[in-house]
Every structure is written in C-alpha cells, then in structure tokens.
C-alpha cells in the first residue's frame, strides 16, 4: 500500500490526482506533516525527479527541500501511535526508529531512554489516577444509554462532591482538629472570658427532664436542642487560643477560624475557574465564527458511544429535532428581518410590559420570603408550642416558601418567554438566566430578612451590644441553623420528589391507558433545572460553612445520596429530553453558574465578617468588636520588619499602583487579542483567495497545454480537454486515462509553479 | 491530548493484543485462530463485524470498518481491528481523529467531500426523515459554512478547519471498547 495514507489511492499505486498539484509546495508539506521520515526521504526522491522531470526550476526542489527538512525535525517526537498508517506500517516504523537509537551516542541512548520511562510513568500514573476516579463505571454506564449531555451532569456532581471534601477537610484540619487533639496533647485551652454583663449570657438551650421522642427528631431536622451546642455550629467554637507546652507554641484559633473561611473560597474559585479554562477558550473559539451549527450537526452530531438501540433511536430522534429546529431558526431569522417598523415597537411594548410583570413577581416572591422569616423567627422566639406538626412547619417556613417559589416561577418564565417572541436558542438562554437569578437571590432575601431582625433593637434604640443579644443571644448559631435547615429540606424534596412524584408519573404512564396519561408523558431528565438546584444546595453550603463548620460533610454525603438517587430515577423513570443540551458548551455553563453562586455567597459571608458585630456570648471572636478584627489586632502583634510590610501592602499607594498595573495589563491584552482577531480574518481571505488563484493558474495552464502541439506523443492524453472545462473537479476525477500528465511534456508556458 | 510515547514497547503491543483478540476471535470463531504468532492471513468480513455492541447502532459502521480496513471492502485483518480501535479510541489525538473522519465521510473516496456525499451522509444520520428540500437546505447551508475556497465542495483544508472550530467533535468521535 502506498506511504500516503491522507489520499486514496488506485489500484496501481498511484495518487489519482493531477500531479501538477502534486508539485505545489503546500501540498507537499501536506504529505510531509503526515508522514514518517524513511518515506519521506522516498517521496523526496520521486518528487525531485519528477520536479526536474517537468524542468520547473531550481528553486522550488530547493524549498521543497528545506521544507522537508523543518518537518522532519518536527516528526521526529511524533508518536507512532498517532500516525495514520497501517499496523504493518507503524512496526517497521518502530523497528527503524530502534535502529536510529542504537546509532546515537550512549549519552544520547541514555538521554531518549529516561524521557522514554519518564513518560511512561507519566502515562501510567495518569491511567491509575483515572481509573480511581469516583463512579467511573456508573458514569460509563450513563454516557452509554444517554449520551454525552446528561453525563456532564453527573460528573459536574462528582466535581462538587471532591469540592465539599476538601472544604471540609480543610475546616476540620484547621478549626476541629485542634480543638480535639488538645486534650490529649496537653494542651492548654484558653476560653474566651468577656464580662460584657448582659452580652454574654447564653441560655443554655439542652432540653431538660423528661423529653418526647419526636422532640429529638424535631431538634436533629432544625438544629437545635441537643445539637446546639456542639461542634455543628459556630457557639462552640468558645476558644481563643491553645498553648501546646510540648512544642511551646500558641495555636490562635480565632485567626485560624477567620484565615479558613477566605481560605476555602478562594480554593473554590481557583478550583472552578482552573476547571472552566478549557471550556472557555473553546467557547470563545465558538463564539468567534459563525454559530456553525449545520456542520456541527452532521460531522459531529453522532454520539459514537451509544451503543444500546433505544438510546440510538432517541439520539437520531434528537438529532433531527435539532436540524429542524435550526431550520426553523433560519426561518424565524428571515422573518424578524421582515419586520415591519409597527411590528417592533408592538413586540418592544409587549416585552416591556412583560419583563415588568416577572419583576413584578420576582418582588412577591422576594416578600413573601421575608415575611415567612419573621415569622419563623417570632414563632421560635417566643417558643409555644402548639404540636410537633406545626412547630415543625414554622421551623421550616422560609425553607417551604423558597422552595415552592422556585418551582412556580420557572413554569411562569417558560410561558411567558412565549409571547415575547425572541429566536429559540435565546429563549432558552433567557429563561435560565431568570431562573438562576430567582434560586440564588432567593437565599441573599432569607439572610437579607434574618439579619435585619438581628440588628433591630426597637423603634429608635441603637442596639446595646451591636446586635439584639436578647433575642439572639449567638445569633452565627442561629444563621447556621437557617442554612442547615435549608440543606436538610432541599435533600428531602429532591428525595420526595423522586420517589413521590416521578415513580407514580412512570407507573401511570406505563399502565394507564387514558388521554391524559400519554399526554402527560413520561419524565424527561431536565438538565438546567437539575443544574440549578445542585448549584442552589452548593451556594448554600458556601454561606453556611462558617457558620456551621461542619456543613461541608452534610453537604459530601448529601451529594453522595443524590447522585444514586438521581442515576436510579434517570434509568428507570426518564427518558432523554426531546430539546438535546450540548455537552461541550453545557459544561461551561454549569461552571458559569456556579461561579455567580460562588460570588453571590461570598457576599454574605463579607457583611457577616466585617459588617455586624460578633455574638459576645459564644464563638472565637469575643474579645473583638467584629470577626475580621482579629486580623488587624494579630499584625500589630508581629515583629516590626513584618508589620511594616503588612502595612505597606495594604497601603493605598500599592492598592493604586496594583491596580495601575492591572489596567496596563488588561489593555495590553485587549489590544492583543484584537491584533490576533484582524490576522485571523486577514488569513481567512487569503486561505479563500490563494484557493481561487490556484484554481485560475490550473485553468489557465490546462488551457496553455490543450492549445499546444504536443511532440512527444508517448503519454499523449488520448481525449484532449476542452480548453475550458467548467467544472473545476472532473479534472481530478479517477479515471487516469483522462488526467494531463504534465510531467513528461516539457511546459513552454512561464507560469511555473 | 494523547499520549506522547515515541514507541510501542513489546509488552503494550502484547497487552493490545490480548485484550483485542478476545473480542476480535468472538465475531468469527470458526475463522479466528487462537494462535496468531506466525501471522495468518485472516481477515473477518464487514457483515461479522458491524455486529459488534460497539459499532451495531453507528449509521455509519459500514463507512468506518471500510476506511480502516486494507482491502477497502470492510474485510478487516487483526492488525486494521486494532487500528480502528486505537484511532477511535478516547485518547487518540484530534489530527488523527480528524484524518479518518474525512476518509469516513468521504464516500466516492475523491478526496473531497462533495454535496452527494453530504446528502448521502445526512441520509444516513436521520434515516430519510428529513425531506428532499430540508436535506438540500441543509447541504446547502453546509458547505456554505465551511467551504474557504469556493469550490462548492470540502477539501481537506476546509474540513479540517471547520472540524476545529467544532465543539462537540472531540467528545462524539470516540468508541469505548
């Protein structure tokens, strides 16, 4: 079989094309970017001969020469394995390569042996880090029957439960960890003493005498009760600081507190934005050219790991859906451009009024969250207690009303996007967009409501200790328990969900022969709502770690559960969405959204720290006025050389000239990435124009050659070409009796190429 | 991407082999000896192997078997199975994916990918649901897409470009074995 393996080739061997292309230099370093060296120094050879052969001129054997020369010191690492030859091929090619090593010098030998076992390890250590990774086999098993774009959901999760494990294994090594090992390395424990009077009273909250059952269940779901005053929340957390005698050093937990809290955000955001790198430079590449949806489709489209026939019958379905949609789109784009001036402004008015009325909604919705909130808190405070049911509800009602308002108002969005008449792909872009705004500022709503009872006193009365310690004596524990009431409930209702609404959903469809059954239809596995509501429980957890230190491994667990829950109801319950979601740009997108969460929970978390005046009856930060004071206070502690670069650090004038910097930095970059897009488009027009040039100079030279007498007649064409052959391909057609060969006739014509 | 080794060791080209063999031996037992070590020229025919889990439910299994096997009528020896399996495979880097793609889609094997081949291309796709009018737009709207040198067909040079800038290709093009 011939060496080139990019262009098929006839039965003799020979390339079926016209071997005046075949000189082109282009096509040369085509051939070369793909082939192994030995035949290269073959092909090199033949060309030569043929080049001289036509008489074209010193020069271009030279070039093509010194092109072969760069490439073949390109190929030299190549890979055999990503050669694109024949396994006979590719074993020569090993033996030849073998050969040239044992040419080389023994510093050499030893220099290419090393990289080799260095790589190898390399590779190998990558297979084994692989195949430990969580779930590989259920995700497998995942892509297998529902193709790429529900896996990235799952492995999104994954992602999220490494993430919660390495917060709270951080929170742990830094808060608990000391505080439990003391004991037993003999430490000695300092415990916040401030006798601020009335500031510092914390009424113990453990129930006494003889306690009802379902009393215990009501305090594990609310956090109260006997978890009060535990390593869950932020009240225990009473010390100050920890001599340890054996090493003679002092552990100061409150700056430990402080520094892990900014530590697992910033970890969170370089993790999530290291992780979004490559999905976002492809996602710019994409956004760059045209939306090349057609070609996507056909070239691309095809899941090549479905391998079950129900999930290929679904893909193709999908598929098509897809084509048609993007037909219709092109349609929707002819018609918006037909649009008459009346027309616009109805549309404008229409949607102005309707971006009025979800605004509209969105601040009920907001309302009816913060009076849920007062009244939980009031209920809670003033502790009557009418039966286990209704407590319960009370203790739960922000939680009720938030998760009720977020399942209402995306069913609202979709109708509404309708009348708005905007093309498909921006309708569902629209419509996420509300949603993830509705579930994440419906938590900044809850604590917004929360913390404005907290600093209330009473009508024109500035609060005593800088918050309302009468009713909330240790109002961080009393956050803590808002966030871990809000991930207990958000586990239940997805669990309830499942086994409550989409197992009955299967059974009646399955079995049921009615109307309505088969119009209801079976449950289809919505990514973006799944997406939201794993984004909306990881936010939670990011508010509620400092908190509640241990949220992070409730979160860990409560992840592990989803997923087998999830994987169960999707394989037994769902069917694909008809409406097929991306994998490539969907992974961005959850990364996307999960950054907005991240910003919008470090945001909270910013007032809590400096904002409002730490509980003086419980946590580390008694002795200071706000959580980030222990900051200032450790530096002016430290010696002199430190504290004054500390200080200079933060100075205003570094702050102005970083940011100075910065500017230079960004502009600089702008105008890079700029310059690069003006080449890019300049490459474009010449890659189209050399195309044409080329296709001229054949012509013009096929129409030199059929007007000439040719002498010697030994390869004379048997047909002679029309002069002006219309289609430019039938000259490369397969058949070789009809192709020119040019290269045994000398060319008088000068257009040499 | 892909991996950067610069050659087969002895004990990989075994444990390819092993684990290939298996599979490649159940398609054709009768055919497929146990004993490959003196070479023998066997090759499983097309309609043997588009049997197989993996590639039963790809509509374009006739065209793939055929680009990887010698002859290029889908009769494959053990050598084109294992390279089929390794280009395909999740690892293989984009050049080599994009190479064979280009053969596969080519059908009358011209080295241009013209509109015949794209319509029989997107037949194949969607089992002849679309119709005749729809695929015709559809071709159409392709090639207006990726062609760069205006020849109403995709080179090459233009397929390789446009398959660059395609996002899902990288995670639709590979076969798990």
Redesign the interface.
């Given at each position: 079989?011939e060496d080139d393996s990019?262009?098929?080739t006839d039965r003799s061997g020979r390339i079926t094309?016209n071997p005046l292309l075949d000189e082109l230099p282009s096509y040369q370093s085509?051939l070369y970017r793909?082939k192994q060296p030995i035949a290269g120094t073959k092909r090199r050879k033949e060309s030569r001969g043929r080049s001289s052969l036509s008489g074209s001129g010193k020069w271009s054997v030279s070039t093509v020469n010194r092109i072969e020369e760069r490439q073949k010191s390109q190929m030299e690492?190549r890979?055999?394995?990503?050669?694109?030859i024949?396994?006979?091929e590719?074993r020569r090619h090993?033996e030849q390569?073998?050969g040239e090593h044992q040419g080389l010098s023994s510093w050499g030998q030893w220099r290419?042996n090393t990289r080799?076992s260095l790589?190898?390890l390399r590779?190998d250590a990558r297979e084994i880090f692989s195949s430990m990774k969580l779930w590989r086999r259920d995700i497998?098993q995942i892509e297998?029957m529902f193709g790429?774009g529900i896996l990235s959901y799952f492995s999104f999760l994954r992602f999220l439960v490494a993430l919660n494990l390495i917060i709270f294994l951080l929170m742990f090594s830094l808060v608990m960890l000391p505080i439990i090992v003391a004991p037993h390395a003999s430490g000695n424990v300092t415990y916040n003493q401030r006798d601020g009077g009335n500031c510092s009273i914390y009424p113990s909250t453990a129930r006494r005498g003889l306690v009802n059952f379902h009393q215990h269940i009501s305090d594990l779901l609310s956090g109260e009760g006997f978890l009060e005053q535990t390593l869950l929340f932020y009240g225990y957390y009473k010390v100050d600081k920890i001599h340890f005698p054996k090493v003679n050093s002092t552990y100061n937990l409150a700056l430990a507190y402080l520094l892990a809290t900014v530590a697992y955000l910033l970890l969170s955001l370089f993790w999530i934005v290291k992780r979004s790198a490559t999905g976002f430079k492809?996602h710019l590449?994409?956004d760059e050219?045209?939306f090349?949806s057609?070609?996507?489709k056909?070239?691309?489209?095809?899941?090549?790991?479905?391998?079950?026939?129900n999930?290929?019958k679904l893909k193709?379905s999908s598929?098509?859906y897809e084509?048609?949609t993007d037909?219709e789109e092109?349609r929707i784009k002819q018609k918006i451009a037909e649009r008459t001036r009346k027309d616009k402004c109805r549309i404008y008015f229409l949607r102005a009024v309707l971006n009025l009325f979800v605004i509209g909604v969105l601040a009920a919705c907001f309302y009816g969250i913060y009076v849920a909130t007062n009244l939980s808190q009031e209920a809670e405070i003033s502790k009557t207690k009418v039966n286990f049911i209704t407590d319960l509800i009370y203790e739960y009602l922000p939680s009720i009303v938030i998760t009720l308002a977020n399942f209402i108002t995306p069913l609202l969005f979709s109708v509404i996007i309708n009348y708005e008449d905007y093309s498909p792909a921006f309708e569902i872009r629209f419509t996420l967009m509300r949603c993830v705004f509705m579930r994440l500022t419906s938590i900044g709503v809850l604590l917004f409501s929360l913390w404005s009872k907290i600093t209330y006193c009473g009508k024109d009365k500035s609060c005593g200790c800088g918050y309302n310690h009468e009713l909330y004596s240790c109002w961080e524990t009393r956050v803590g328990q808002e966030m871990y009431k809000l991930t207990i409930f958000d586990f239940i209702i997805i669990a309830a969900v499942t086994l409550f609404v989409e197992f009955p959903r299967k059974l009646i469809v399955k079995y049921s022969q009615c109307g309505l059954a088969k119009w209801w239809g079976q449950q289809e596995f919505a990514i973006p709502q799944n997406v939201l509501e794993i984004v909306y429980g990881q936010t939670i957890c990011w508010i509620g770690t400092f908190f509640c230190p241990m949220l992070p491994a409730i979160c860990t667990i409560k992840y592990f559960f989803i997923f087998y829950i999830k994987k169960v109801s999707l394989i037994k319950n769902c069917r694909p969405a008809t409406r097929p979601f991306?994998?490539?740009?969907s992974h961005f997108f959850f990364l996307v959204v999960l950054l907005i969460g991240l910003f919008l929970a470090s945001l909270p978390i910013a007032v809590s720290l400096a904002q409002i005046s730490c509980s003086k009856a419980c946590g580390p930060f008694v002795n200071y006025t706000t959580s980030w004071e222990v900051l200032p206070v450790t530096v002016s502690q430290m010696p002199e050389g430190a504290k004054k670069l500390l200080f200079a650090l933060s100075s205003e004038a570094f702050a102005v000239s970083f940011f100075v910097v910065t500017c230079l930095a960004m502009f600089y970059v702008i105008a890079l990435a700029g310059a690069h897009k003006r080449v890019i488009n300049q490459l474009?027009e010449q890659?189209?124009t050399?195309?044409?040039d080329?296709?001229f100079l054949i012509q013009k030279l096929c129409q030199a050659q059929n007007n000439q007498p040719v002498k010697r007649s030994k390869f004379q064409p048997r047909s002679p070409r029309s002069p002006s052959s219309p289609s430019?391909?039938t000259s490369?057609?397969?058949n070789v009796s009809e192709s020119v060969f040019l290269a045994h006739s000398p060319p008088k014509s000068s257009t040499n190429v | 991407m892909?991996?950067?080794?610069?050659?087969?060791?002895e004990e990989q080209l075994e444990a390819y082999q092993v684990a290939l063999h298996g599979r490649y031996r159940e398609l054709a037992p009768h055919l497929v000896p146990l004993d490959y070590t003196n070479n023998p020229d066997i090759r499983v025919p097309l309609s043997l192997i588009v049997t197989m889990?993996?590639l039963?439910?790809?509509?374009?299994r006739d065209r793939i078997v055929e680009t990887f096997s010698?002859d290029g009528q889908g009769n494959m020896s053990f050598?084109?199975f294992?390279?089929m399996f390794?280009?395909?495979c999740e690892t293989?880097?984009r050049?080599?994916k994009t190479?064979?793609?280009f053969?596969i889609?080519d059908y009358n094997?011209?080295?241009?990918i013209?509109k015949e081949d794209?319509q029989k291309?997107?037949n194949k796709?969607?089992?002849g649901?679309?119709t005749p009018e729809?695929v015709t737009?559809?071709c159409d709207?392709?090639i207006e897409?990726?062609d760069?040198?205006?020849?109403n067909?995709l080179s090459?040079?233009d397929?390789e470009n446009?398959?660059s800038?395609?996002?899902?290709?990288l995670?639709?093009?590979?076969?798990?074995i």
């Open positions: 079989m990019v262009f098929y094309s085509l793909r690492q890979a055999i394995r990503e050669l694109p024949s396994m006979a590719k090993k390569r073998l290419q080799r790589k190898r590779d497998h297998g790429t492809r590449v994409q050219d045209r090349q057609f070609c996507n056909i070239f691309a489209g095809w899941d090549c790991c479905i391998s079950n026939e999930a290929a193709r598929l098509l084509l048609k037909l092109e991306r994998a490539s740009s474009r890659l189209a050399e195309g044409r080329k296709r430019y391909h490369f057609s397969s | 892909g991996n950067k080794q610069t050659t087969f060791t889990p993996e039963k439910e790809n509509p374009f010698e050598n084109d294992v390279d390794s280009a395909l293989s880097p050049e080599l190479i064979y793609a053969k889609y094997r011209d080295n241009f013209c794209l291309t997107l796709l969607t089992k649901e679309l729809e737009l559809v709207k392709a897409e990726a760069l040198d205006a020849d067909k090459f040079a397929f446009m398959i800038k395609a996002p899902d290709f995670s639709n093009f590979h076969i798990r």
